[in-house]
């Protein structure tokens, strides 16, 4: 698995819930509508915008609330990665179980805006403004956290060591 990412960096601030990310009405359609969904109110048209590779930074207390499964519309949408400030724990366990890279770096909405070029290792634990090549440092993830990303998620790993049964199709 190819752990370094370079992307188009996408900037939310503070305290985005996970309401804010997947709102109730979308929890009801099928995974690639709903993903048009994400970020509805907080920026509008987001969806229309975001390409895969792009990587989204936080701010602190990203992913706070409930314990809906954003991850999976993150990775529809072809989203590379998210970094932030600080996560809720809840919210990073469940983009680790889904296969979407997340990095704890903080000090990086300072770094970044909307637009920038991001070079991401999150084996290594650090990101580079590609423009400034300024590089942050965080905490590196554990071997067993970049098992589960390698194996596109918990599931996925658990059924190819044999613990559940593969899904239809693989």
Known sequence: MDTLITGRVWVVGDSVTTD???PAFAM?????????HVFYELRPGWTNQVVPGDIV???????LGSSRPVAALFRELGVAALVAEEFNSL??????????PALTLPGAT????DGDTMRLDF??????HAGSGLRLHGGALPPLVL?????????PKLAREGYVPLPSGG
């Open 57 to 63: 930074v936080a701010g602190r207390n990203f992913g």
């Open 91 to 100: 919210f990073l366990r469940n983009c680790i179980n889904h296969g979407l």
């Open 147 to 155: 098992d589960i990303l390698s194996a596109g998620g918990i599931l």
């Open 28 to 36: 009801k359609l099928p995974l690639p509508e709903a993903a048009r």
């Open 123 to 128: 084996a290594e634990g650090w990101t580079e």
């Open 20 to 22: 804010a990310m997947y």
């Open 110 to 113: 300072a770094v970044f805006t």
